[in-house]
């Protein structure tokens, strides 16, 4: 393990003083815990933007394919109709 030592505001290190009453062991436990959660947190909402960035970044190609993709399938059944209306 790693000694680390940082720089909080009055008001943030106030609030780690009252949570240490709260049933954590040591301050120690306790930021290593909320940083754990932070980083998870961070890494969840970084995949989320991710995905957001890159489905908009495909939406116009997303919508080309689908209208190419229904044209296709109008001339299809276009030509499916010639072909039962030249049976009958």
């Known amino acids: 393990m790693r000694r680390v030592t940082i720089y909080l505001p ?5 609030q780690v003083e009252s949570a240490k009453s ?4 040591s301050r120690s436990e306790m930021l290593r815990e909320l940083v754990a959660c ?4 961070w890494r969840g909402r970084t995949q989320r933007r991710r995905l957001a960035m ?4 495909m939406g116009e190609l997303n919508s ?3 209208e190419e ?6 001339c299809t ?5 010639e072909y039962i209306a030249g049976q009958s």
Request: hydrophobic share 30%; proline share 0%; charged share 30%.
């Open 69 to 74: 993709s229904m044209f296709q399938d109008a």
């Open 54 to 57: 890159g489905y908009q970044e």
């Open 77 to 81: 059944l276009d030509e499916y109709e």
């Open 10 to 14: 009055e008001e943030i290190y106030a």
């Open 38 to 41: 932070c980083f998870e947190d």
């Open 22 to 25: 709260w049933g954590w062991g």
């Open 64 to 66: 080309q394919l689908s």
